[in-house]
Nanobody, 124 residues
Framework: QVQLVESGGGLVQAGGSLRLSCAAS????????MGWFRQAPGKEREFVAT????????YYADSVKGRFTISRDNAKNTVYLQMNSLKSEDTAVYYC?????????????????WGQGTQVTVSS
């Protein structure tokens, strides 16, 4: 089992920044590709960003490319999502997820473990 705990969400004005963190425990963190997803009210969960086990491969949704940056610190068992130039449409609950393996998938169904989520609200 892998336990994931997100933090760093909150209320921010449009154009502002937030950094989300996801702390992992339970298994060897560096064996897992990590992803961030989000779900807005009334919408399906959608892919945001993913990062490979060593941090050398990253992929982003088109809607966040150039504004969000995913990174990881395997020594701290933590993955981050730096969010800049936030827009009202970024408002959602953000979840981190872990996939045992090499490939950083963009599909939610490929992930084995999920955190509880952290709320991000962007006011316009």
């Amino acid at each position: 089992q892998v336990q994931l705990v997100e933090s760093g969400g909150g209320l921010v004005q449009a154009g502002g920044s937030l950094r989300l963190s996801c702390a992992a425990s339970g298994r060897t963190f560096s064996n897992y590709a990590m992803g961030w997803f989000r779900q807005a009210p009334g919408k399906e969960r959608e892919f945001v960003a993913t990062i490979g086990r060593s941090g050398d491969s990253t992929y982003y949704a088109d809607s966040v490319k150039g504004r969000f940056t995913i990174s990881r610190d395997n020594a701290k068992n933590t993955v981050y999502l730096q969010m800049n130039s936030l827009k009202s449409e970024d408002t959602a609950v953000y979840y981190c997820a872990a996939n045992y393996g090499l490939v950083p998938f963009t599909t939610a169904g490929r992930y084995d473990y999920w955190g509880q989520g952290t709320q991000v609200t962007v006011s316009s």
